[in-house]
């Protein structure tokens, strides 16, 4: 088997050389025959092959790279995609798309049709990459045999149109560009909806994932009864010293190993961007530990924040905390009971923790992209982790200078995204964790423009296209 799988690989490899495919304890290698050079490994699910990836060659990728500015060889990638489509795939597939992934990535796709309403079947067929200069880095065979549900189609496209805008689709909120400093009032899709059922109920990712949609809090002014070092547990016994990037970090010298690196306990870290700490000392069991309550919990949250943000009540918001109540953290204690402390490498578990996420906010809109995470020690309290992006003074400043009521009104807004939207019917995954059983669904679709608009700026109108990096798609 082995034998003849290395023999149809041959033409994807570079140069067409020679290889030979070993298995291992846990893999499959591919290796150079003549030189024994590991290629890449090769992936086998129940005796059959489901694809193959390239080891990273660093020198290679930055020859490939300095050939940046030319043309990529897409002629060589859409041959080689079709080879091994005709090589390892048994069902009919279709090529679907050719896409730039990123400036050295491009992706190849091929997936199944729908044989009644000929749509296509997405995760289906095959997923190809190549590198700009058309050799194949990374293939995978997706998933067969799967199941298609035919549900009565009871609205039109143009009846989705029209639920999607009823869903509050299109959404006001503040926006920083990842390179600029001025603040913008924007409008954008609502990154929540999916698409519109055929039976016209509204899709969601939260409702997809099985997550519950959750609410958030105003935050209360606290004053922190602690130092930001005692509520990450710095004591008497640890050492004090700077750490990679000016972090300050706290050592155990007890613990070290002669000739090794000392492993940080406990570390801060603090720029203009953000603030980032986490103690990982270990916890002294305690057969009578008791659970902290949620509010307990959450008032440690928002001490510690307070303490690496200042006056937080002026500007975040809490996400409405889902409480810890899976047997993580009931089993944890049990396990310190019946096992050894730490194990032969003297890594221990990590204390069982309850996270809290807060959401930067101005004026009662949320600021894109800046975020709060904090997570406690359910039994000791120790602020276990706590990381925080901030708005540089520039942003700052230019977010005072921004006014919050927009100056195209929200009817206008819609009627520029809703014009350009068509909606389309196709397949999609019913179920999360069933993915092979598939629904019809109604997705938002932008056939007049190279992509999807992104954003709106609300007070001068202005649009801004998501760059799909699409080069070549099927009608």
Not at 333 to 341: F, I, P, R, V, Y
Request: proline share 4%; aromatic share 10%; glycine share 6%.
């Amino acid at each position: 088997m082995f034998e003849k799988l290395a023999e149809k690989l041959k033409p994807f490899i570079l140069d067409e050389q020679e290889v030979i495919i070993n298995e291992e304890e846990y893999s499959y290698e591919l290796t150079i025959a003549n030189t024994g050079e590991l290629y890449g490994i090769v992936h086998i699910i129940d005796g059959e092959f489901v694809g193959f990836e390239k080891e990273l060659d660093y020198e290679e990728e930055e020859d490939v790279l300095k050939s940046y500015i030319a043309e990529p060889n897409t002629e060589e990638m859409l041959q080689k995609a079709q080879l091994f489509v005709q090589t390892f795939l048994e069902q009919k597939v279709h090529f679907t798309m050719l896409n730039e992934w990123s400036s050295n990535n491009f992706m190849v796709t091929y997936e199944e049709k729908d044989p009644k309403l000929d749509i296509f079947i997405p995760h289906t067929g095959c997923t190809l990459y190549f590198n700009r200069e058309g050799l194949l880095t990374t293939a995978n065979i997706n998933q067969r045999d799967v199941k298609l549900e035919y549900p009565n189609i009871s609205i039109s496209e143009d009846e989705a149109k029209l639920k999607l805008r009823e869903a509050n689709y299109v959404e006001l909120t503040i926006y920083f560009s990842d390179e600029g400093e001025d603040a913008q009032l924007i409008y954008r899709p609502n990154h929540d909806i999916m698409g519109i059922g055929v039976n016209g109920e509204i899709q969601t990712v939260t409702e997809f994932m099985e997550a519950e949609k959750l609410e958030v809090q105003t935050v209360s002014p606290v004053t922190p009864k602690e130092t930001l070092n005692e509520m990450l547990g710095v004591n008497s016994s640890l050492v004090q010293k700077v750490g990679e990037d000016g972090s300050t970090i706290w050592v155990d010298d007890n613990l070290g190993v002669e000739g090794e690196e000392e492993e940080a306990l406990i570390s801060i870290y603090t720029d203009e961007t953000g603030f980032f700490s986490f103690s990982n000392l270990p916890y002294v069991k305690d057969e009578h530990a008791v659970k902290l309550s949620l509010e307990a919990l959450k008032e440690r949250a928002l001490r510690v924040l307070s303490l690496a943000e200042g006056p937080i009540h002026e500007k975040y918001v809490l996400e409405e905390p889902v409480e810890n109540l899976d047997e993580e953290s009931e089993s944890y204690l049990e396990d310190l009971e019946t096992e050894e402390e730490f194990d032969d490498d003297g890594y221990i578990e990590p204390e069982p923790t309850q996270m809290f996420s807060f959401y930067r906010t101005y004026n009662g809109f949320k600021i894109e992209g800046f975020e709060a995470h904090v997570h406690v020690g359910l039994y000791s309290g120790l602020i276990r982790e706590c990381s925080a992006t901030r708005l540089t003074e520039q942003q700052e400043l230019s977010l005072e200078k921004l006014k919050t009521v927009p100056t195209i009104p929200l009817h206008e807004a819609e009627n520029r995204f809703f014009n350009e939207i068509e909606m389309k019917l196709v397949r999609t995954v019913k179920e999360f964790h069933n993915p092979k059983v598939y629904d019809l669904s109604y997705i938002v679709s932008f056939p007049k423009t190279v992509g999807h608009i992104e954003k709106m700026n609300a007070h001068t109108g202005e649009v801004t296209y998501v760059d799909t990096g699409i080069l070549k798609e099927v009608e």
